[in-house]
């Protein structure tokens, strides 16, 4: 079901009211990359907390595998589609702990987007009332269960580039992301979208392009 922020807001007021109070409710946001989920996700997460929810907005892109398990010359985008990131451990180790205990701390190896190496970094919460959880691949079907709403974030891909570039992901230069969005990014989000259909999946969308308004 199309729909807009404030009525998103609403409906994860009315999934946490339908949660029982000794845990948290766990929202996904995902779409394609680029479509603008963090600055969505940032918003929600503010309109929550002046309601008064304590809402944690959590970013995926520390759970990536490092460039050399991620990417691949061989199959670049079904390799990207399948080992991007580490989601069986983020589960188990946040944010199943998280959403069943409303607290957790724990210490992840957190993998910035070009970096070679693992770091250290303590992720901690207390006595969450929403999770909003952000990031790519989120709807794929062995990953719904844990989920009491999900909203797929609509974007073309010409709009979600255009806002790649702009930012200089990974820190490439614009010519460099234009390419690894057409071999990797992109079609990586075409195999989601004919294994896994997303959008379909979702309880929500939520058109985030003027080109789609």
Known sequence: MKTD???VIEKI???RRAVPNERSALVAISGIDGCGKGYITAQMVAMLQA??????GINID????LPRKRF???NPAEHFYLNALRFEEMFAQLIVPLRDCRSVRVEMDYAEETATQYRKQVCEFQD??????E??????????QHYDLSVWIECSFETALQRAIARGQEGLAAEETTRAYHTI?????????????????????????????
Request: charged share 25%; no cysteine; proline share 6%.
């Open 72 to 74: 691949s010359e061989a």
């Open 51 to 56: 309601a008064g929810l304590r809402t944690a």
């Open 135 to 144: 990031g790519i691949y989120l709807l794929k079907p062995e990953f719904r």
């Open 62 to 65: 520390g759970w990536l595998n």
């Open 185 to 213: 990014y992109f079609p990586a989000q075409k195999i989601h979208f004919e294994r896994d259909q997303p959008k379909e999946a979702a309880d929500l969308v939520l058109v985030n392009d003027p080109a789609l308004a």
């Open 13 to 15: 007021k009315e999934t």
């Open 5 to 7: 922020l404030a009525a």
């Open 128 to 133: 969450v009332d929403v999770i909003v959880l």
